[in-house]
């Protein structure tokens, strides 16, 4: 491969580059699904091509490929190149990247067990049983349980002298029971142990094991059943809530982590999920959230689903501040968008779905630190609010500012206990707003990093897999809807 990569660079030197990068990619994927007894789906792909770009006359060019020979890689290379010559001739100002940055490392996930080598066999039987377990549950309809793994092996090389390889191993899984009540054609969902039904982390089938999905499916399915005969969440123009640790992760992802993404703040990132309300005369001064809202994006997390050693520009991963006892402080950047703001070396974000793919920003970890309150303290000093968990639906709109999200169970809190179940609760804000309404969160020991393998953004559209680390945490003067 070190043939190849060079090739393509000393190549597109010759051919007038001031900066030139290579990715290798191979990346394995396996899906496995059941629903009510039987298999699903049974997926198994494979992938493997190159991606290059170059600096031409201060512009840039990319082009890729899936056939990895020489004479495919300079073909490719002079298609980056010409696209970078015509790219040039209507650019508004040169690309600027900042000083060099020439990295030679490795970085290999850490895992306990491949699971690329546990049996399909072995898999499948852990799935039925859950699926079982739920069924057993008098008023389950649909039982749904699923597995995901992923393996991707890539080498970067620039002219800037880098060379890296990684080696990122991805497990995932979760389940999910449905309820309808025929009367009244209402149908409620329980997830287990994320919005539904996955959670994934880079780590080995350990993980898979350590969720205990079979133990967790009849509770998940009596849940889904209670939810029918609950009481609706009421409506309240001020109330408290609390969202647990799952809720809190999406919540970060749409109102944190999108708009702190750099291209969207400086429009070069639009068209598909918007822009920001976090405009760069915020920085440094901006009152984001109240002073118990630290926020960070850190690559470094052990297991995180957004965890790495280097990015798709060759930066090593690195833990930036984000919010600072409440004072917006940080972007998620790459070395172009570093620059136009004077921020430095870029934060290590960029990430592409893949060898067909441009690397754009995304983000990493991003996490609510813990705080300082035992959740069943934080409940017992609620008199009258609502706990609501896992993620039902939401809505946001393109600067990141108004949202509603709705969540599959609530419980009452009355003089702080949790009484009874409620069903169909949402809540909306504004962004600002509602981070400036959290006045405690959650401390160490509920901290939970989840993981998103879904995140969509891009022209053509990228998958991104991020992670978001949260403790539950109580929000004060919140409106709360009713989904009927």
Partial sequence: MKDLTGRALNMAQMRGASYADVRIVKRDVQRIAVKNGKVEGLEQDETQGFGVRV???????????????????????AQAIAIARASAMGKSRDVNIGAPISVQGSYVTPIKIDPF????????DLLLKADAEMRRVPGVKVARAEMAFVRENKIFASTEDSLIDQELVESGCGIVALATDLQTGEVQVRSYPNAGGRNQVTRGYEF??????????????EE?????????????????????????????????????????????????AGTSFLTPEKLGRFRYGSEVVNITADATIVGGLGTFGYDDEGVPAQKTEIVRNGIFVGYLTSRETAQELKLGQS????????????????????SLMPGTWAVADLIADTDDGIWMETNR?????????????????????KGGKKTRMLKNATYTGITPEFWNACDAVGNEASWVVWGTPNCGKGQPPQIAHTGHGTSPARFRNVRVGVVK
């Fill in 208 to 221: 898979v094991l350590e969720q205990k999905l079979a133990e967790n499916a009849a509770r998940v399915g």
């Fill in 224 to 272: 889904a059943v209670a939810l029918l005969k609950a009481d609706a969440c009421p409506s309240y123009d001020a109330a408290t809530i609390i969202l647990d640790s799952s809720q809190l992760a999406l919540q970060v992802h749409e109102s944190c982590g999108h708009p702190i993404e750099l291209d969207r703040v400086l429009g070069s990132e639009a068209a598909y």
């Fill in 117 to 124: 080598t546990v049996s399909m066999a072995q898999k499948i």
């Fill in 393 to 413: 639906s939401w809505s946001i709109d393109d600067k990141r500012l108004n949202f509603q999200f709705g969540t599959e169970l609530a419980w009452e809190i």
């Fill in 55 to 77: 600096i031409v006359n201060g512009a840039w060019g990319f082009a890729s490929s899936s056939r990895l020979e020489g004479k495919e890689m300079d073909r490719i290379v």
């Fill in 347 to 366: 934060n290590g974000t960029m990430r592409a779905d893949g060898w067909s793919r441009t690397p754009i920003v995304r983000m990493t970890n991003v």
